[in-house]
């Protein structure tokens, strides 16, 4: 090998490694902070390990569980015409395009040009006597150019990974999108179902009512009663057919919302008839705490991309210190003068390849603070990841204690609605008889029907904690399985540059 290409390849080593050391000092100080939780290290409470204990998860339709099939059907209808979901899914898409549009920097690019113009010379002395003085010519070419990068610092293919994991994040998005219509929907059917529980009990008071009050008539018209017992008897029935009017109007809100989340109109929602909901057996949790329990939640799996693609950010800017290598060239014919297609023949061919180098000197301290920029987004998404973490573990355990206080809240509510539903009747058979007053009637109904919409409150909430726990738990069985995230159970990447560096022993 001769001497003077030695010389130039050992100027250009020394030109690398300078630059290298330059890339590396010109970076001093500038890395994230913030370190990932570790999903085992949180402490669970007792809630949720002795949810634990016989663990299975709720199937991936896990709204059958209330055995009502007009819910199942209108399921069916939100997850296939919500405008939500459809914005989410066309989000996906363009994610997905994005990324195509980014990897593309990593493979051969191919352009083709071609020119055919005529040239008309002006009749000047500077051209002198010759052909050129006054004559039309033409000047053509035709060439193919490329350009490839040789991406010797990880930047393009950095760039494209940081694409792939903002797609993967949006794909998480769109799933923590439907977890959350799924849950709506849920919640305002079974309002739906309250309002009509509700209504029951509010017409059946209102048969109490119109009873008193024919019962008073009577005492009136026997000569036992008096006027202002009639009066007291007639007073509760304006406001009881308020509350009715009030439980139809909750009734026809509730219609339309369940329309709308459908993405159907009112008229559709008006069609649906009253619930029929009856939860089976209470849901239990995963053995393997709290990592399965939090796995799945598409807004901690966002999170997790959300992370990785910050990392990948931090390794391009890294990379823009260091010199960026192109390996460019083209071939082609060109032509001028002579016929129009001259250049067709293939006389004139030319072609041209090397190195294309571009190198930053002095930017002002731009690389350094978009490298400061990607390290603190890096921090940010480390901080949103740890608090979605802790928050997803508070949220099932806020859930699981729900769910038993609902169950012993049913229990006691069921035991007095059966003791004032007692002490109505006593006083209904006393005042009957003309032993007691009506006053102590209104009091015992008024309890009475106090106690029938609490329990009624409690049986609704008790069904809304099902649909929380599984949302908190990020859906059913399989439910995340559409959701890249083959790496669940481990902490999300560090950018490559800083682990690099961790191992040479740099302290960042």
């Known amino acids: 090998m001769p001497r003077r290409i030695i010389r130039a390849l050992n100027a250009l080593s020394v030109c690398a490694l300078s630059l290298t050391l330059s890339g590396c000092i010109g970076t001093w100080g500038i890395a994230p902070l913030s370190k990932t939780l570790q999903d085992n290290s949180l402490t669970t409470d007792a809630a949720i390990q002795e949810a634990a204990r016989d663990a299975h998860w709720p199937e991936q339709q896990w709204w059958r569980a209330y055995g009502d099939p007009q819910l199942d059907r209108w399921m069916t209808l939100a997850l296939a015409g919500s405008p939500t979901l459809a914005m989410a899914a066309a989000r996906v898409r363009e994610a997905r395009a994005m990324a195509g549009v980014v990897e593309s920097a990593e493979k051969l690019q191919v352009n083709g040009d071609a020119t055919l113009k005529r040239h008309n010379w002006p009749e000047d002395q500077f051209y002198g006597p010759g052909a050129l003085s006054g004559a039309n010519t033409w000047d053509n070419n035709a060439a193919l150019g490329f350009r490839y990068a040789l991406d010797l610092w990880g930047r393009e293919e950095n760039a494209s990974e940081q694409a792939v994991d903002l797609a993967h994040l949006s794909v998480a998005q769109a799933r923590q999108a439907q977890l959350?219509?799924?849950?709506?929907?849920?919640?305002?059917?079974?309002?739906?179902?309250?309002?009509?529980?509700?209504?029951?009990?509010?017409?059946?008071?209102?048969?109490?009512?119109?009873?008193?009050?024919?019962?008073?008539?009577?005492?009136?018209?026997?000569?036992?009663?008096?006027?202002?017992?009639?009066?007291?008897?007639?007073?509760?029935?304006?406001?009881?057919?308020?509350?009715?009017?009030?439980?139809?109007?909750?009734?026809?809100?509730?219609?339309?919302?369940?329309a709308a989340l459908a993405g159907k109109g009112p008229?559709?929602?008006?069609?649906?008839?009253?619930?029929?909901?009856?939860?089976?057996?209470?849901?239990k949790l995963p053995s393997a705490l709290p990592a399965e329990l939090v796995g799945q939640r598409p807004d901690v799996v966002a999170s997790r991309w959300q992370v990785a693609a910050q990392a990948r950010g931090?390794?391009?800017?890294?990379?823009?210190?260091?010199?960026?290598?192109?390996?460019?060239?083209?071939?082609?014919?060109?032509?001028?003068?002579?016929?129009?297609?001259?250049?067709?023949?293939?006389?004139?061919f030319n072609y041209n390849v090397g190195p294309a180098i571009s190198l930053p000197i002095f930017d002002g301290g731009r690389l350094r603070s978009q490298l400061g920029v990607a390290s603190a987004g890096y921090d940010i998404a480390v901080a949103r990841y740890n608090q979605t973490v802790v928050e997803a573990l508070k949220g099932i355990s806020d859930q699981l204690i729900r769910r038993e206080?609902?169950?012993?809240?049913?229990?006691?509510?069921?035991?007095?609605?059966?003791?004032a539903q007692k002490t109505y009747d006593i006083a209904m058979i006393a005042f009957q008889r003309g032993l007691t007053d009506y006053l102590n009637v209104l009091n015992a109904q008024t309890l009475l029907f106090k106690q029938q919409m609490i329990e009624q409150q409690v049986q609704a909430?008790?069904?809304?904690?099902?649909?929380?726990?599984?949302?908190?738990?990020?859906?059913?069985?399989?439910?995340?399985?559409?959701?890249?995230?083959?790496?669940?159970?481990?902490?999300?990447?560090?950018?490559?540059?800083?682990?690099?560096?961790?191992?040479?022993?740099?302290?960042?």
């Open 180 to 258: 959350e219509l799924q849950n709506n929907l849920v919640r305002v059917y079974i309002q739906l179902s309250l309002h009509f529980a509700q209504r029951d009990v509010v017409k059946a008071e209102l048969v109490q009512q119109e009873q008193i009050l024919a019962l008073a008539e009577r005492r009136l018209a026997g000569g036992i009663g008096t006027h202002f017992e009639v009066s007291q008897a007639q007073t509760p029935l304006p406001e009881t057919h308020r509350q009715l009017d009030a439980l139809n109007e909750e009734i026809a809100l509730a219609r339309n919302q369940l």
């Open 314 to 348: 931090i390794d391009v800017a890294h990379a823009g210190f260091f010199p960026n290598v192109d390996l460019v060239g083209g071939l082609g014919f060109m032509a001028t003068g002579g016929g129009p297609l001259e250049f067709l023949t293939g006389r004139k």
């Open 267 to 283: 008229g559709e929602g008006a069609q649906l008839q009253r619930p029929q909901l009856v939860l089976g057996a209470p849901l």
């Open 461 to 508: 909430a008790r069904l809304s904690a099902h649909a929380g726990l599984v949302t908190a738990l990020g859906g059913g069985l399989g439910a995340g399985a559409d959701v890249p995230d083959a790496e669940r159970q481990e902490a999300p990447p560090t950018p490559k540059t800083l682990a690099i560096f961790d191992k040479a022993g740099h302290d960042q």
């Open 405 to 419: 206080s609902m169950k012993e809240q049913a229990h006691f509510a069921a035991e007095s609605v059966a003791s």
